[in-house]
């Protein structure tokens, strides 16, 4: 079971602002970079779980610095 649940886009997004990234480009996904890694949060309301945990990892971070980002 991911320990992440699903989290809103929007929030997903201003959570890894919070962590240093910026917005890159948008269209269907949201592509954020922070210079030396790029992530992609897709639009959907709430973003799967799983997809949630592998972005988190993607992006360096542990679940729970995440949780503190939201």
Known sequence: MPGIPGVNHLRAVRALE???????????????TDDRRIV??????PVNAFTMGRIVRDAGLTEDEFRKLL
């Open 18 to 32: 919070k962590a240093g990234f910026r917005v890159a480009r948008q269209g269907k996904h949201i592509v954020l």
């Open 40 to 45: 992609t949060v897709p639009r959907n309301n």
